[in-house]
């Protein structure tokens, strides 16, 4: 009989059948001080509050169950703005919801379209797989 019992911030305990007498204590791994690798965006240069609201576009316009037509987002603070077009029907890979999407970033500088593909499994949150910049001639 195998039995594991774990949390946030304790040791997990494996009981090794009713024959062992002791505990193996499983060390939970070290955390150090090191910086998580930025999950993909439409670019480095949006800061978290523009992530966060183009990346609401996103979820919205990728939904299976939406109308298919390009999302708004905007960070009047930043002067950022863009769309998510939903560009094909949802389809199933590899057990997740897939969608592809043709993405605007208008920016005071400089504006750029984004192509890529969001998954996510089913009822959870949307995420990147595959993103690239493109030209005028992929735009349509």
């Known amino acids: 009989m195998l039995l594991a019992v774990g949390g946030c911030s304790q040791p997990l305990l494996v009981f090794h059948g009713e024959g062992e007498a002791q505990a193996r204590v499983a060390e939970e791994p070290l955390v150090t001080g090191s910086i998580e690798k930025r999950p993909l965006s439409f670019g480095?240069?949006?800061?978290?509050?523009?992530?966060?609201?183009?990346?609401?576009?996103?979820?919205?316009?990728?939904?299976?169950?939406?109308?298919?037509?390009?999302v708004k987002w905007d960070n009047p603070e930043t002067g950022l703005h863009g769309t998510v077009n939903p560009t094909g029907l949802p389809y199933v890979a590899e057990d997740l919801i897939c969608r592809n999407f043709l993405a605007s970033v208008i920016g005071p500088?400089?504006?750029?379209?984004?192509?890529?593909?969001?998954?996510?499994?089913?009822?959870?949150?949307?995420?990147?797989?595959r993103i690239r910049t493109v030209t005028g001639s992929e735009r349509s």
């Open 44 to 70: 480095s240069d949006l800061a978290e509050e523009d992530w966060r609201r183009a990346r609401a576009a996103l979820t919205v316009a990728l939904d299976p169950q939406g109308n298919g037509r390009p």
């Open 109 to 129: 500088q400089r504006s750029r379209f984004v192509r890529g593909t969001g998954c996510k499994p089913s009822g959870g949150a949307w995420a990147l797989k």
